[in-house]
């Protein structure tokens, strides 16, 4: 390390030795000492962390059955965790970064984008062709004590001098790529729609959807009880209780079995949004879907959404409270785990990186 960072790091009174949640192996996470982080460059910023929500990517690179994986895009040991929330402990020097002082809360994209391939100056940064993912490849995770984001990549979510962050702000990464479904659907006035799946992003999805003059229906074997006061016109236990089409449907599950959910009920002319991720080997009668003349759309997280995300969770802080199942330590990550494999009443659980 040179003289220069040396300083740096004293300067933010950085504790050694550092902490990080490391994927040793499958099925193996371990808390473990990490190395100080460099001293960010102009146009970065230091941030330590404070929350970091877990989901079922995590899970899948805990089991090693992560599409990462297997394309070879990461390997073990892994360092996780892309749901997340800190303050900022080093402000960038970069005068676009004048927002972020000392103590601003704030969350960061989970997709680094390049900002000069042909698709991020198009406007369409989540197709990025260079794309880095933090906690999933080519940038380290967040559940650590500290994390270094470009300027570009940080939202805030609050800037008050007293601002600390809360466990509901890991929901933003999630929300995003809900907002991006809302996006390329547009609801319309009346419509009805169905929801597969109520973990956290389907139960995302029927939040946002409550702020909309449409009808909401949703499957959820759990009761979806977090949701019991948003207005759902009817929950469904499973499939076969279903016997309704609609204008829209969202499959939250990455169940294989609800893509045949989608397309059996889906109105003629209706909209199907893939934003769980089913397994590689399933199919579907696309033949169906050009004969009916239906859409089905995939939704690929929203980098474009973070501000008004961040900006839905502080308008609806009790809503999305609802959904926290339970805060772990960092030191408790095994038992996270544990716990996010078990069918709970509210879908996240969360490391709080004491």
Same mark, same amino acid.
């Given at each position: 390390m040179d003289h220069q960072s040396r300083g740096f790091l004293a300067e933010t009174r950085i504790e050694s030795p550092l902490r990080a949640a490391i994927f040793t192996s499958?099925?193996?996470?371990?808390?473990?000492?990490?190395?100080?982080?460099?001293?960010?460059?102009?146009?970065?910023?230091?941030? %330590?962390?404070?929350?970091?929500?877990?989901?079922?990517?995590? +899970?899948?690179?805990?089991?090693?059955?992560?599409?990462y994986l297997r394309t070879g895009r990461t390997s073990?040991?892994?360092?996780f965790g892309h749901e997340w929330v800190g303050v900022i402990d080093a402000p960038p020097t970069n005068p676009n970064g004048e927002h972020l002082r000392q103590g601003t809360v704030v969350s960061g994209s989970t997709m680094i984008t390049c900002r000069s391939c042909e698709a991020c100056r198009s406007g369409q940064n989540n197709l990025c062709s260079r794309l880095r993912e933090v906690g999933l490849y080519q940038y380290a995770g967040a559940v650590a004590e500290y994390l270094t984001m470009p300027v570009h990549s940080l939202t805030v979510v609050d800037n008050a001098l007293d601002a600390v962050p809360q466990p509901r702000h890991v929901l933003i990464e999630p929300l995003v790529t809900v907002l991006e479904g809302v996006?390329?659907?547009?609801? %319309?006035?009346?419509? %009805?729609?169905?929801?597969?799946?109520?973990?956290?992003?389907?139960? +995302?999805?029927?939040?946002?959807? #409550?702020?909309?003059?449409?009808?909401?229906?949703?499957?959820?074997?759990?009761?979806?009880?977090?949701?019991?006061? +948003?207005?759902?016109? %009817?929950?469904? #236990?499973?499939?076969?209780?279903?016997?309704?089409?609609?204008?829209?449907?969202?499959?939250?599950?990455?169940a294989q079995s609800a893509t045949a959910t989608l397309l059996r009920n889906l109105k003629p002319g209706g909209v199907g949004v893939l934003v769980g991720v089913p397994p590689a080997d399933t199919t579907i009668n696309v033949a169906e879907f050009a004969l009916n003349g239906q859409q089905l759309i995939g939704i690929r997280h929203g980098v474009d959404h973070y501000i008004t995300a961040a900006e839905f969770i502080t308008k609806n802080s009790e809503m999305l409270d609802n959904l926290i199942d339970h805060v772990y330590t960092l030191a408790d990550a095994r038992q996270a785990f544990a716990r996010l494999e078990t069918i709970r009443e509210r879908p996240k659980v969360v490391l709080h990186i004491d």
């Open positions: 499958l099925g193996n996470v371990e808390v473990q000492d990490v190395p100080e982080p460099s001293a960010p460059k102009f146009d970065e910023a230091l941030v %330590r962390v404070a929350y970091v929500g877990l989901c079922g990517t995590d +899970l899948e690179l805990f089991h090693g059955s992560s599409n073990y040991p892994h360092h996006a390329k659907i547009e609801p %319309r006035v009346g419509s %009805r729609i169905l929801i597969i799946g109520a973990g956290t992003i389907g139960s +995302l999805a029927a939040i946002v959807m #409550s702020k909309y003059p449409v009808e909401v229906d949703l499957i959820d074997p759990n009761g979806a009880q977090q949701l019991a006061n +948003l207005g759902i016109a %009817r929950i469904y #236990s499973s499939t076969s209780e279903v016997n309704a089409l609609y204008d829209v449907v969202w499959e939250c599950s990455g």
